[in-house]
């Protein structure tokens, strides 16, 4: 178990540094681009991130699509769960897609491979790319407060997401300067978010520190029993069971960080719940690796 909680705290320790350069960046009274930086990852690298993984992965799709169905379960299952206890004790509701979006991406897609290898890397992919797809139309639709279909089909991450799966259904392969092209494009993504966290992180106080706390354990627990429970529900097994418990788990994404800034939501209630989640994460996520990995 300590050689476990070793790992994951290898895994979330450069995330922590990053967010701690846009703190202090932050501290030093130095401007920070907000929006620039969110545009830019929203629609240049998380879409030329998002293209490269599906295309590249070879998994069978048969099991992938195994995948994409448990994911959408999940996000039904615990999208009302979550916005019918913010609205019950008078929160902002739209938050609830904070509580519902993990960290699947830079998080959740190395826990998977280190558990299960390629096999697992390859089922997390598809579930980070359902997940994006959920979160751009219908989340981004719930945090603007309003639904605009012309902006689901012209997101770039949408169209990235279909493009790739068409792509990869017709058997076409990509040039290689053009895959290492995007994929140069898609890593800044993550750091870049990351970086952002940190900026907000800054403007935190601490007499909201009691709400944040009680809020992530809630958020923690109501994730942990929809995985397991979906994951029975559906009746999977092996690393499909694995994957989707440990992508349902995994802490806040950063992602609901950018598009509480976008909308205008309270963005240092958000960024508080990743700060916190994460740090939790360390304690409860070797737990839940330790009962998948003897079952």
Not at 13 to 42: E, H, K, N, Y
Not at 180 to 205: C, D, F, H, N
């Amino acid at each position: 178990m300590i050689a476990l909680a070793g790992q994951i705290v290898g895994i979330l320790a450069p995330g922590f540094f990053l967010a701690m350069i846009g703190l202090a960046w932050q501290r030093s009274g130095t401007a920070f681009p907000l929006d620039f930086v969110t545009l830019l990852v929203i629609n240049v690298s998380m879409p030329a991130l998002l293209f490269v993984t599906l295309v590249e992965t070879t998994a069978e799709i048969s099991t992938l699509w195994q995948i994409a169905v448990a994911t959408v379960v999940v996000h039904m299952v615990f999208a009302p769960v979550a916005i019918g206890i913010l609205k019950a004790a008078g929160s902002d509701w739209r938050l609830g897609v904070a509580h519902v979006v993990g960290n699947t991406g830079n998080l959740g897609i190395p826990v998977c491979y280190f558990a299960y290898g390629d096999t697992g890397l390859a089922y997390a992919m598809t579930f980070f790319a359902v997940q994006c797809l959920l979160l751009f139309s219908v989340g981004e639709a719930v945090y603007a407060g309003r639904f605009d279909v012309r902006k689901v089909y012209t997101s770039p991450i949408v169209l990235s997401i279909t493009a790739a799966v068409g792509f990869k259904l017709m058997n076409i392969e990509l040039p290689s300067l053009a895959i290492e092209t995007l994929s140069l494009m898609g890593q800044i993504a993550i750091p870049l978010m990351l970086i952002t966290l940190g900026v907000s992180l800054a403007s935190m106080r601490a007499r909201s520190l009691p709400s944040t706390l009680m809020w992530s354990m809630v958020r923690t627990g109501l994730a942990i029993a929809i995985g397991f429970g979906v994951a029975e529900l559906l009746g999977l097994e092996g690393a499909v069971r694995g994957v989707v418990v440990l992508e349902t788990v995994v802490p806040v994404a950063v992602f609901n960080f950018l598009l509480a800034v976008r909308h205008s939501r309270n963005s240092e209630t958000v960024a508080g719940l990743v700060l916190v989640t994460h740090l939790a994460a360390i304690v409860y996520l070797p737990f839940v690796l330790a009962i998948l990995l003897s079952e």
